[in-house]
């Protein structure tokens, strides 16, 4: 174990097998992709043999029984110490900035023309989306296929059974009930997806002679609002897998997850809502029960007016969001004002890696 002295009065201390599988040179890690060579596990155990301050910058460390030398910087080293706080994982609610109803009133938006020619507009609404879980493009020309325009500027399209986009209007023969002029209830999309779909996007091409508002409900103030009003029943939905299934035609989907996903650290980290698409929970009945009465207690509560703000999409709209944690739901609507969205998908991780690059460009 290799200790080092930090500011503040810190010891940093290092493993020798996590110092000799981050060893930065040529031969454990190619210069030009930045990947490593190391087979850590094709070698012996490492044990630190030496070390040694090189400059006001450099730490040398010598390995057995292999003799290998590895220079490291220092300020590498503080900055990834196994024993430094890492920072919260951008997936969980501890990096996100949690809201109810009114606290959102004003979407983070821009002009979708500022959008396109300046990245620190782009970069703004990527992390807007990234830590709000939601956005929105104006001004997108409301034209069809505008919506995979928009989502190729920072990712890349997922292609479903639906297609490269999908058409939200009133059809004479739906094959599900989004393309009705019925009163859609909150919920996520595609739940009977394994690995669902994780930023949608809803493109305004025409909008509702009346009605047809959308509602927005950040799932994660929710589910942390349950935790702390129903912990018994939160867990238990933390804990059942929820069967979900989509079938028409020649399609049939089916995906297990429970309704309200943590990481393995126990932080919010997903939430899948979709009354339409569940199947009956089987296994013991005491457990069903169980199961039923927090599934009902967590829908009611995802149906309190407090928790949505409301809007209403204009043609030119592009609503950008997080599908593992934004519920969205609509009011009915009049079936012959010729209401029509253009919808996609893409996901979180291409959008992260976006904003990274646009970061890493903009940095001094």
């Known amino acids: 174990m290799l200790e080092l002295d930090a500011a503040g009065g810190r010891v940093l201390r290092f493993p020798a097998a996590w110092l000799r599988d981050n060893c930065p040179c040529a031969d454990c890690r190619d210069p030009v992709t930045g990947q490593r060579l190391l087979d850590l596990a094709g070698i012996a155990d490492p044990v630190i043999v030496g070390a040694e301050v090189t400059g006001k910058t450099g730490v040398v460390v010598t390995f057995g029984p292999d003799e290998h030398r590895s220079a490291f910087n220092r300020a590498w080293l503080d900055a990834n110490a196994p024993d430094s706080e890492a920072p919260a994982p951008p997936r969980t609610e501890e990096a996100k900035t949690l809201w109810r109803g009114s606290e959102l009133d004003r979407l983070p938006a821009a002009d979708w023309a500022a959008f396109q020619a300046d990245h620190a507009v782009r970069a703004g609404v990527l992390e807007a989306v990234l830590r709000y879980g939601v956005a929105v493009l104006r001004g997108v020309p409301a034209e069809p296929g505008m919506v995979l325009a928009v ?208 970061r890493r460009k903009a940095a001094p």
Do not use: K
């Not at 394994?194 to 589910?223: E, K, M, N």
């Not at 393995?264 to 005491?286: K, Y």
């Open 151 to 358: 989502a190729e500027t920072f990712g890349y399209v997922r292609e479903t059974n639906y297609g490269r986009l999908f058409d939200v209007r009133v059809e004479p023969a739906p094959g599900n009930l989004a393309y009705t002029s019925r009163e859609i209830l909150p919920h996520t999309d595609n739940p009977y997806r394994d690995p669902v779909p994780t930023v949608q996007l809803l493109h305004c091409l025409r909008d509702a002679a009346g009605g047809g508002d959308t509602l927005l409900i950040d799932g994660f103030a929710a589910a942390a609002a349950f935790r702390a009003q129903a912990p018994t029943a939160f867990t238990v939905l933390t804990r059942t897998p929820w069967p979900f299934r989509y079938a028409h035609q020649d399609v049939d989907l089916r995906a297990e997850a429970p309704l309200i996903g943590l990481d393995p650290r126990g932080q919010i980290r997903e939430v899948r809502f979709n009354s339409r698409s569940m199947e009956p929970l089987r296994g013991p009945a005491d457990e069903v029960e169980a199961a039923y009465a927090a599934y009902l207690a967590w829908a009611r509560l995802l149906r309190r007016p407090e928790l949505a703000t409301r809007l209403r999409l204009a043609p030119g709209d592009c609503l950008i969001f997080d599908n593992t944690r934004v519920l969205h739901a609509r009011t009915a609507f009049s079936a012959t004002g010729g209401r029509h969205l253009q919808g996609c998908y893409t996901d979180l991780d291409g959008l992260a890696s976006t904003l990274a690059v646009l």
